[in-house]
């Protein structure tokens, strides 16, 4: 592992973590109702990188009120939607204005090369914000023609209005904290609705910077609040809360049905972002130049901690080899450290949590014959670390190749017929992403239609951007994140008819 000199850690950042953080509550900065804090952890060391008011039921119910307050009579309501859109774009403004100090307390919260996060992480949420600004002044509604047979010759004005939904409950996860927030708030503030945003237990940071960067940008009290906590309090008492209008969720598909089952209560609207178990097909004729960095980064950015991941690899026969010598090489080369050195290329999974169930699927995967032609043990002594993997000798059925492992490990498997990958990639109750690699277009296409996942790639893999939505099939969750399809998510359609 690295011992390269770690970079120079940010004043801000230093201060950041050095006080308790309080959490967000209609515009003012306060410590949990019960006084309560819990620790959030370096995952490259395991030791405690920060103390954070720990948000329960009580706090829930403040922050909801607040949110309530926001969208009936606060200045948010009377806002333009110019003025909404500007306050949207102030805030991707001052989070690039403070992009290194972002990158900083990912890495330290999260243990992700501090590299990747500088230039992924950080600027994605700022150009989420942005086209969602944009966005603020483009929701419409329709007129409509209408005929209504039993009043003839009566005339109307039949038109609908797009109006936010009301307040927003948001549950995110760890993988991409900051980025993670930025794909909930941006279409919800669009929209005009008001948000109780809980972090990830793990990784709180970095919205709670984010809180501090929505007061200076302007928004009127309440129609953020920030509210960490533990799932199984602060989650559960914001998703079964009768004050909330709608619920999204990212996380696991386990999780994701109690939100759905405690979301029932006021029947509030509910979006999930869930597992996934991606299938990548690499044909026979494909650029292998191409294909095995693709294949490798495909699983192993992000450490697979990606709900996309493409952890099954599916190679045409006459390639398996090549591409899995080249994958297996590839992750080799992986420079596995603590995310702070700028040499690091993967850092420690985010808790020791997540590295004990990936080596659980490890040794699953060994007790049921698979092989790990590189990696398939823990790394260092100290922090969360897993070698990066691959497997071979997998079956469709074993526990490897059906679970989410949400680490950094891939399932090779030989193919030889189009129609059989095509079933078996699609044998699974996921249906988050999938990929192919081919130089024939017409092939790649007709197997992009037939994949059941909400994102295809062709000749790429993990290609994300504002404008593309992105979401589930099957249990990978409902709804569709980023482009104007988030917008669905948080608007509710009225149809307003008048006789003339
Ligand atoms: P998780 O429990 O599903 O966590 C996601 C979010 O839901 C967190 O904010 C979590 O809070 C919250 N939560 C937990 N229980 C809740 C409940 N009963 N009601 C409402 N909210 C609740 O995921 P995890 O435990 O961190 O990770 C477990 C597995 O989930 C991973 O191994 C991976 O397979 C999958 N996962 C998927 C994604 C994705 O992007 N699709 C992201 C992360 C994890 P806490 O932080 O306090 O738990
Ligand atoms: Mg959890």
């Not at 979301?263 to 609207?269: C, D, I, P, S, V």
């Not at 059906?402 to 990639?425: K, N, S, T, Y």
Request: negative net charge; charged residues 20%.
């Amino acid at each position: 592992m690295s011992v390269a000199a770690a970079i120079q850690i940010d004043q801000r950042v230093k201060s950041f973590v050095t006080k308790p953080r309080k959490m967000l509550v209609g515009g003012e900065w306060v410590e949990a109702a019960s006084g309560k804090t819990f620790a959030t952890f370096n995952p490259a060391s395991g030791e405690v990188l920060a103390q954070v008011a720990e948000g329960e039921k009580e706090d829930v119910d403040r922050a909801v009120k607040a949110a309530r307050n926001a969208f009936e009579s606060g200045p948010w309501r009377r806002m333009t939607t110019s003025e909404r859109g500007r306050l949207i774009w102030k805030l991707a403004d001052l989070i690039e204005a403070h992009l290194e100090e972002f990158a900083q307390l990912e890495t330290l919260d999260n243990g992700k090369p501090v590299v990747i996060a500088r230039v992924a992480d950080v600027p994605l949420a700022v150009d989420l914000f942005r086209y969602m600004a944009g966005w603020a002044t483009k929701i419409e509604g329709n007129t409509i023609p209408i005929s209504v047979p039993y009043t003839p010759g009566a005339q109307y004005l039949a038109y609908t209005l797009r109006e936010p939904v009301g307040v927003v409950a948001q549950i995110i996860p760890w993988n991409f904290p900051l980025l993670m927030a930025a794909w909930k708030l941006g279409p919800a503030l669009a929209a005009g609705c008001t948000v109780v945003l809980k972090p990830a237990e793990q990784t709180p940071l970095s919205a709670l910077r984010l809180g501090e960067l929505i007061c200076e940008a302007g928004f009127p009290q309440g129609v953020i609040n920030i509210v960490p906590g533990y799932g199984e309090s602060a989650g559960a008492a914001l998703a079964a809360h009768p004050g909330v209008d709608k619920v999204a969720f990212t996380g696991s598909t386990e999780v994701g049905k109690l939100v759905l089952a405690a979301a029932a209560g006021n029947l509030k609207k509910v979006s999930l972002e869930l597992g996934g178990k991606s299938p990548n097909l690499v044909l026979k004729d494909a650029d292998l130049e191409v294909v095995i960095p693709g294949a490798a980064n495909a699983i192993f950015f992000n450490h697979g901690q990606c709900c996309c991941a493409g952890s099954r690899l599916y190679v045409e026969k006459e390639i398996f080899d090549e591409v899995v010598e080249g994958v297996a090489a590839q992750a080799k080369k992986i420079k596995v450290g603590p995310g702070l050195d700028p040499t690091t290329e993967m850092g420690p999974l985010v808790s020791n949590e997540q590295q004990q169930r990936v080596l659980g699927y490890l040794e699953a995967g060994f007790a049921e014959g698979a092989k790990a032609v590189v990696g398939g043990h823990r790394a260092g002594e100290a922090g969360y670390f897993v070698e990066p993997t691959v497997l071979v000798d997998t079956s469709q059925n074993m526990k490897v190749m059906q679970e989410e492992i949400f680490g950094p490990v891939v399932c090779a498997v030989p193919f030889q017929e189009l129609d059989e990958v095509i079933q078996a990639a699609n044998d699974n109750i996921y249906g988050l992403a999938a990929a192919v690699w081919t130089r024939d277009i017409s092939k790649a296409h007709r197997i992009a239609r037939e994949l059941r996942a909400g994102s295809v790639w062709i000749n790429c893999f993990n290609i994300f951007d504002a404008a593309l939505p992105f979401g589930g099939y099957k249990q990978s969750g409902w709804g569709r994140e980023m482009g104007h399809d988030a917008l669905e998510l948080y608007t509710e359609v009225k149809a307003v008819c008048a006789r003339l």
